[in-house]
Protein backbone atom coordinates (compact mmCIF):
# COMPACT_ATOMS: atom_id res chain seq x y z
CA UNK A 1 0.00 0.00 0.00
CA UNK A 2 0.98 3.79 -0.67
CA UNK A 3 2.53 5.04 2.24
CA UNK A 4 3.35 1.85 3.67
CA UNK A 5 6.91 0.19 4.88
CA UNK A 6 7.71 -3.61 4.75
CA UNK A 7 10.59 -4.65 6.95
CA UNK A 8 12.11 -7.68 8.19
CA UNK A 9 13.83 -7.71 11.49
CA UNK A 10 16.42 -10.24 11.46
CA UNK A 11 17.13 -11.02 15.61
CA UNK A 12 20.38 -12.01 16.87
CA UNK A 13 21.25 -16.03 17.08
CA UNK A 14 21.47 -15.29 20.67
CA UNK A 15 18.30 -13.17 21.14
CA UNK A 16 15.85 -13.84 23.87
CA UNK A 17 11.85 -14.15 23.68
CA UNK A 18 11.63 -11.57 25.81
CA UNK A 19 13.96 -9.11 23.25
CA UNK A 20 11.14 -10.32 20.69
CA UNK A 21 8.28 -9.25 22.91
CA UNK A 22 9.88 -6.30 23.38
CA UNK A 23 10.21 -5.18 19.87
CA UNK A 24 6.47 -6.64 19.04
CA UNK A 25 4.78 -4.37 22.05
CA UNK A 26 6.21 -1.07 20.00
CA UNK A 27 4.80 -2.32 16.66
CA UNK A 28 1.69 -2.35 18.45
CA UNK A 29 1.98 0.94 19.55
CA UNK A 30 2.61 2.51 16.36
CA UNK A 31 -0.08 0.25 14.92
CA UNK A 32 2.11 -1.93 12.55
CA UNK A 33 1.54 -5.51 11.53
CA UNK A 34 4.02 -8.34 12.76
CA UNK A 35 4.61 -11.68 11.51
CA UNK A 36 6.81 -13.62 13.95
CA UNK A 37 9.00 -16.94 11.94
CA UNK A 38 11.16 -18.75 14.07
CA UNK A 39 13.79 -20.38 12.22
CA UNK A 40 16.50 -23.00 13.38
CA UNK A 41 19.16 -20.63 14.01
CA UNK A 42 17.41 -16.87 14.20
CA UNK A 43 13.71 -15.23 15.04
CA UNK A 44 12.96 -12.60 11.76
CA UNK A 45 9.85 -10.42 12.19
CA UNK A 46 8.08 -9.46 9.26
CA UNK A 47 6.53 -5.75 9.76
CA UNK A 48 4.03 -3.95 7.91
CA UNK A 49 3.07 -0.18 9.20
CA UNK A 50 3.03 3.27 8.08
CA UNK A 51 6.41 3.99 6.59
CA UNK A 52 6.85 7.60 8.50
CA UNK A 53 6.28 5.40 12.21
CA UNK A 54 8.03 2.37 11.14
CA UNK A 55 11.35 4.57 10.17
CA UNK A 56 11.63 6.68 13.06
CA UNK A 57 12.22 3.67 15.25
CA UNK A 58 15.80 2.68 15.24
CA UNK A 59 15.37 -1.07 14.78
CA UNK A 60 18.89 -2.13 14.73
CA UNK A 61 18.98 -0.24 18.22
CA UNK A 62 16.99 -2.61 20.01
CA UNK A 63 18.37 -5.51 22.46
CA UNK A 64 18.54 -8.44 20.56
CA UNK A 65 18.24 -7.62 17.01
CA UNK A 66 21.19 -7.99 14.23
CA UNK A 67 19.84 -5.95 11.31
CA UNK A 68 16.86 -4.38 9.92
CA UNK A 69 15.90 -5.15 6.42
CA UNK A 70 13.57 -3.27 3.98
CA UNK A 71 11.72 -6.43 2.43
CA UNK A 72 11.44 -4.73 -0.91
CA UNK A 73 14.98 -4.64 -1.63
CA UNK A 74 15.03 -5.74 -5.09
CA UNK A 75 17.61 -8.50 -5.03
CA UNK A 76 14.99 -10.45 -2.77
CA UNK A 77 15.44 -14.03 -3.83
CA UNK A 78 18.72 -13.55 -4.44
CA UNK A 79 19.44 -11.94 -0.66
CA UNK A 80 20.53 -13.84 2.48
CA UNK A 81 17.09 -12.75 4.29
CA UNK A 82 15.38 -15.18 1.59
CA UNK A 83 18.10 -17.46 2.54
CA UNK A 84 20.09 -17.87 5.34
CA UNK A 85 22.57 -20.84 4.34
CA UNK A 86 25.21 -20.33 1.71
CA UNK A 87 23.70 -21.82 -1.69
CA UNK A 88 26.01 -24.87 -3.21
CA UNK A 89 25.73 -25.41 -6.82
CA UNK A 90 26.26 -28.58 -8.67
CA UNK A 91 28.48 -27.81 -11.84
CA UNK A 92 28.92 -31.08 -13.36
CA UNK A 93 30.90 -32.93 -11.17
CA UNK A 94 32.31 -29.86 -9.41
CA UNK A 95 30.21 -28.30 -6.28
CA UNK A 96 30.64 -24.38 -5.82
CA UNK A 97 29.73 -22.45 -2.06
CA UNK A 98 28.71 -23.32 1.54
CA UNK A 99 32.36 -24.62 1.83
CA UNK A 100 33.17 -26.04 -1.94
CA UNK A 101 35.82 -24.80 -2.79
CA UNK A 102 36.17 -24.05 -6.86
CA UNK A 103 39.47 -23.64 -8.46
CA UNK A 104 38.40 -23.45 -11.91
CA UNK A 105 41.65 -22.96 -14.58
CA UNK A 106 41.97 -22.65 -18.04
CA UNK A 107 43.23 -20.68 -21.43
CA UNK A 108 40.81 -17.32 -22.05
CA UNK A 109 40.34 -18.46 -25.73
CA UNK A 110 40.26 -21.94 -27.05
CA UNK A 111 42.52 -21.52 -30.16
CA UNK A 112 43.50 -25.08 -30.66
CA UNK A 113 43.16 -28.85 -29.63
CA UNK A 114 47.45 -28.57 -28.63
CA UNK A 115 46.46 -25.53 -26.67
CA UNK A 116 43.77 -26.30 -24.60
CA UNK A 117 44.64 -29.85 -24.07
CA UNK A 118 47.95 -28.57 -22.64
CA UNK A 119 46.32 -25.95 -20.61
CA UNK A 120 43.54 -28.37 -19.23
CA UNK A 121 45.49 -31.26 -18.50
CA UNK A 122 48.14 -29.07 -16.55
CA UNK A 123 45.38 -27.45 -14.39
CA UNK A 124 43.28 -30.83 -13.92
CA UNK A 125 46.66 -32.36 -12.47
CA UNK A 126 47.03 -29.01 -10.35
CA UNK A 127 43.77 -29.52 -8.90
CA UNK A 128 41.42 -27.37 -10.60
CA UNK A 129 37.56 -28.89 -10.89
CA UNK A 130 36.07 -26.98 -13.77
CA UNK A 131 37.91 -25.97 -16.82
CA UNK A 132 36.87 -23.03 -18.47
CA UNK A 133 37.96 -22.09 -22.01
CA UNK A 134 35.86 -19.64 -24.60
CA UNK A 135 34.30 -20.09 -27.92
CA UNK A 136 33.17 -16.68 -28.27
CA UNK A 137 34.92 -13.33 -27.44
CA UNK A 138 33.74 -10.00 -26.02
CA UNK A 139 36.74 -8.22 -27.97
CA UNK A 140 36.70 -4.77 -27.89
CA UNK A 141 37.73 -4.24 -31.19
CA UNK A 142 35.92 -5.93 -33.77
CA UNK A 143 39.18 -6.64 -35.82
CA UNK A 144 40.82 -8.97 -32.79
CA UNK A 145 39.68 -12.89 -32.91
CA UNK A 146 36.14 -13.29 -31.87
CA UNK A 147 36.81 -17.20 -30.75
CA UNK A 148 36.21 -20.45 -33.18
CA UNK A 149 32.48 -20.73 -32.03
CA UNK A 150 30.61 -24.20 -32.03
CA UNK A 151 34.34 -25.81 -33.18
CA UNK A 152 35.49 -24.15 -29.75
CA UNK A 153 32.40 -25.71 -27.86
CA UNK A 154 33.39 -29.13 -29.42
CA UNK A 155 37.01 -28.43 -28.17
CA UNK A 156 35.93 -28.22 -24.96
CA UNK A 157 33.81 -31.42 -24.45
CA UNK A 158 36.80 -33.53 -26.06
CA UNK A 159 38.68 -31.92 -23.10
CA UNK A 160 36.25 -32.73 -20.99
CA UNK A 161 36.16 -36.53 -21.88
CA UNK A 162 39.86 -36.68 -22.40
CA UNK A 163 40.29 -34.85 -18.68
CA UNK A 164 37.42 -35.20 -16.71
CA UNK A 165 36.92 -31.66 -16.02
CA UNK A 166 33.33 -29.89 -16.46
CA UNK A 167 33.91 -26.51 -18.26
CA UNK A 168 32.04 -23.23 -18.72
CA UNK A 169 32.33 -21.43 -21.46
CA UNK A 170 30.73 -17.32 -22.02
CA UNK A 171 27.87 -16.67 -23.76
CA UNK A 172 27.34 -13.31 -26.01
CA UNK A 173 24.12 -14.06 -27.91
CA UNK A 174 20.56 -15.28 -26.69
CA UNK A 175 20.62 -17.24 -29.88
CA UNK A 176 23.65 -19.36 -29.11
CA UNK A 177 21.65 -20.41 -25.70
CA UNK A 178 20.37 -24.00 -26.92
CA UNK A 179 23.85 -24.60 -28.47
CA UNK A 180 26.13 -23.97 -25.75
CA UNK A 181 23.82 -25.41 -23.42
CA UNK A 182 24.49 -28.58 -25.40
CA UNK A 183 27.72 -28.79 -24.74
CA UNK A 184 28.69 -26.84 -21.58
CA UNK A 185 28.53 -27.83 -17.76
CA UNK A 186 28.42 -23.65 -17.32
CA UNK A 187 27.59 -20.99 -18.56
CA UNK A 188 29.17 -17.47 -17.88
CA UNK A 189 27.99 -14.03 -18.62
CA UNK A 190 30.68 -11.96 -18.84
CA UNK A 191 31.39 -7.88 -17.38
CA UNK A 192 29.95 -6.34 -20.83
CA UNK A 193 27.07 -8.12 -20.10
CA UNK A 194 25.81 -8.18 -17.02
CA UNK A 195 23.41 -5.85 -17.20
CA UNK A 196 21.69 -7.16 -20.68
CA UNK A 197 18.92 -8.27 -18.89
CA UNK A 198 17.32 -10.20 -22.13
CA UNK A 199 20.44 -12.14 -22.47
CA UNK A 200 19.94 -12.40 -18.23
CA UNK A 201 15.90 -13.65 -18.18
CA UNK A 202 16.79 -16.14 -20.63
CA UNK A 203 19.51 -17.21 -18.67
CA UNK A 204 17.12 -17.77 -16.04
CA UNK A 205 15.48 -20.33 -18.12
CA UNK A 206 17.58 -22.58 -19.35
CA UNK A 207 19.23 -25.50 -17.07
CA UNK A 208 22.92 -25.10 -16.77
CA UNK A 209 24.46 -22.88 -13.70
CA UNK A 210 24.99 -19.46 -14.65
CA UNK A 211 28.62 -17.42 -13.39
CA UNK A 212 27.81 -13.85 -13.39
CA UNK A 213 30.49 -11.38 -13.63
CA UNK A 214 30.31 -7.99 -12.16
CA UNK A 215 30.15 -5.28 -14.53
CA UNK A 216 33.14 -3.36 -14.78
CA UNK A 217 30.95 0.06 -13.54
CA UNK A 218 27.96 -2.24 -11.65
CA UNK A 219 28.00 -1.39 -7.43
CA UNK A 220 27.19 -4.66 -5.96
CA UNK A 221 23.59 -4.04 -5.66
CA UNK A 222 23.11 -3.50 -9.87
CA UNK A 223 25.30 -6.93 -9.82
CA UNK A 224 22.80 -8.45 -7.18
CA UNK A 225 19.85 -7.13 -9.11
CA UNK A 226 21.33 -8.69 -12.40
CA UNK A 227 21.36 -12.05 -10.24
CA UNK A 228 17.74 -11.59 -9.38
CA UNK A 229 17.14 -11.57 -13.21
CA UNK A 230 17.75 -14.91 -13.77
CA UNK A 231 17.09 -16.50 -10.14
CA UNK A 232 13.56 -15.23 -10.72
CA UNK A 233 12.93 -16.91 -13.74
CA UNK A 234 13.60 -20.63 -11.94
CA UNK A 235 17.21 -20.60 -12.35
CA UNK A 236 18.97 -20.92 -8.90
CA UNK A 237 22.14 -22.25 -9.93
CA UNK A 238 23.67 -18.57 -10.30
CA UNK A 239 27.80 -17.93 -8.53
CA UNK A 240 28.75 -14.74 -8.25
CA UNK A 241 32.22 -13.36 -10.04
CA UNK A 242 34.33 -10.52 -8.86
CA UNK A 243 36.57 -9.53 -11.89
CA UNK A 244 37.69 -6.16 -11.03
CA UNK A 245 35.72 -3.08 -11.51
CA UNK A 246 36.73 0.66 -13.21
CA UNK A 247 38.37 3.26 -11.52
CA UNK A 248 41.00 6.08 -11.80
CA UNK A 249 43.82 3.40 -10.76
CA UNK A 250 45.99 2.71 -14.19
CA UNK A 251 48.43 0.27 -13.09
CA UNK A 252 46.35 -2.47 -13.02
CA UNK A 253 43.67 -3.13 -15.80
CA UNK A 254 41.29 -2.79 -13.31
CA UNK A 255 41.31 -2.71 -9.72
CA UNK A 256 39.82 -5.94 -7.99
CA UNK A 257 37.17 -5.01 -5.08
CA UNK A 258 38.53 -7.55 -2.91
CA UNK A 259 35.77 -6.36 -0.46
CA UNK A 260 33.20 -7.24 -2.70
CA UNK A 261 33.94 -10.87 -1.12
CA UNK A 262 32.61 -10.63 2.44
CA UNK A 263 30.21 -7.75 1.31
CA UNK A 264 28.09 -10.22 -1.08
CA UNK A 265 28.48 -13.39 1.46
CA UNK A 266 26.73 -10.70 3.75
CA UNK A 267 24.46 -9.35 1.41
CA UNK A 268 23.39 -12.91 -0.45
CA UNK A 269 23.57 -16.50 -0.13
CA UNK A 270 25.21 -16.79 -3.75
CA UNK A 271 28.75 -18.50 -4.12
CA UNK A 272 30.75 -16.08 -5.28
CA UNK A 273 34.26 -16.37 -6.98
CA UNK A 274 37.70 -14.23 -8.06
CA UNK A 275 38.83 -14.10 -11.38
CA UNK A 276 42.36 -11.98 -10.39
CA UNK A 277 43.49 -12.45 -14.15
CA UNK A 278 40.79 -10.30 -15.83
CA UNK A 279 41.22 -8.17 -13.16
CA UNK A 280 45.04 -7.55 -13.08
CA UNK A 281 45.62 -8.06 -16.40
CA UNK A 282 49.07 -8.50 -15.34
CA UNK A 283 50.87 -11.83 -15.01
CA UNK A 284 52.77 -11.17 -12.12
CA UNK A 285 49.50 -9.69 -9.79
CA UNK A 286 47.51 -13.17 -10.69
CA UNK A 287 49.01 -15.35 -7.37
CA UNK A 288 48.92 -12.85 -5.19
CA UNK A 289 45.51 -11.60 -5.61
CA UNK A 290 44.21 -15.08 -5.85
CA UNK A 291 46.06 -15.64 -2.79
CA UNK A 292 44.06 -13.05 -1.14
CA UNK A 293 40.47 -13.99 -2.80
CA UNK A 294 41.36 -17.31 -0.39
CA UNK A 295 41.97 -15.43 2.33
CA UNK A 296 39.16 -13.50 1.90
CA UNK A 297 36.68 -16.65 1.99
CA UNK A 298 35.65 -16.56 -2.14
CA UNK A 299 34.37 -19.78 -2.99
CA UNK A 300 36.91 -20.57 -5.67
CA UNK A 301 39.29 -18.34 -8.19
CA UNK A 302 39.47 -18.47 -11.66
CA UNK A 303 42.48 -18.24 -13.82
CA UNK A 304 43.63 -17.79 -17.64
CA UNK A 305 46.62 -20.54 -17.29
CA UNK A 306 48.44 -20.82 -20.84
CA UNK A 307 50.95 -22.97 -21.75
CA UNK A 308 52.77 -20.57 -23.92
CA UNK A 309 51.84 -17.11 -22.65
CA UNK A 310 53.27 -15.45 -25.65
CA UNK A 311 51.85 -17.26 -28.24
CA UNK A 312 48.01 -16.15 -27.09
CA UNK A 313 45.44 -14.78 -29.23
CA UNK A 314 43.61 -13.21 -26.21
CA UNK A 315 44.80 -11.68 -23.05
CA UNK A 316 48.83 -13.46 -23.38
CA UNK A 317 50.31 -10.90 -20.59
CA UNK A 318 47.98 -12.14 -17.65
CA UNK A 319 47.89 -15.49 -18.62
CA UNK A 320 50.21 -18.09 -15.70
CA UNK A 321 52.28 -20.89 -17.15
CA UNK A 322 50.84 -24.53 -15.73
CA UNK A 323 53.89 -24.36 -13.35
CA UNK A 324 52.98 -20.77 -12.06
CA UNK A 325 49.44 -22.29 -11.58
CA UNK A 326 51.13 -25.32 -10.08
CA UNK A 327 52.41 -23.19 -7.14
CA UNK A 328 49.93 -21.14 -6.49
CA UNK A 329 47.37 -24.03 -6.00
CA UNK A 330 50.14 -25.30 -3.30
CA UNK A 331 49.82 -22.04 -1.92
CA UNK A 332 46.04 -22.18 -1.42
CA UNK A 333 46.21 -25.75 -0.21
CA UNK A 334 48.72 -23.94 2.29
CA UNK A 335 46.35 -21.20 3.15
CA UNK A 336 43.04 -23.03 3.40
CA UNK A 337 44.31 -25.16 5.79
CA UNK A 338 45.73 -22.65 8.03
CA UNK A 339 42.07 -21.40 7.88
CA UNK A 340 40.54 -24.79 9.16
CA UNK A 341 38.82 -25.24 5.36
CA UNK A 342 41.22 -27.38 3.86
CA UNK A 343 40.53 -27.94 -0.22
C1 LIG B 1 36.85 -13.77 -19.60
O1 LIG B 1 36.71 -14.31 -18.47
O2 LIG B 1 37.42 -14.32 -20.53
C2 LIG B 1 36.37 -12.40 -19.82
C3 LIG B 1 36.17 -11.91 -21.05
O3 LIG B 1 36.20 -11.71 -18.68
P1 LIG B 1 35.46 -10.33 -18.38
O4 LIG B 1 34.07 -10.50 -18.85
O5 LIG B 1 35.58 -10.26 -16.89
O6 LIG B 1 36.23 -9.24 -19.06
MN1 LIG C 1 40.35 -13.18 -21.15
Avoid at 101 to 107: C, E, H, N, Q, R
Avoid at 163 to 176: K, Y
Wanted: aromatic residues 6%; charged residues 25%; contains cysteine.
Amino acid sequence: MVGDESLIIVMRAEATSDDVAHILDRLSEIDAEAHVSEGAQRTVIGIIGDRIRVQQLPWEAFPGVERAVPVLKPFKFVSREFQSEDSVVAVGTALVGGGNFAPIAGPCAVESRDQLFASAEAVMKAGATILRGDAFKPRTSPYSFQGLGEEGLELLAAAREEFGLPFQVEILDPRDIDLVVAYADMIRVGTRNMSNYALLSELGKQPRPVMLKRGLTARIEEWLNAAEYIFKEGNHNVILCERGIRTFETATRNTLDISAVPVVKSLSHLPIIVDPSHSAGRRELVAPLARAAVACGADGFMVDVHPSPETALVDGPQAILPAEYEALMDDVRALADAMGTPI
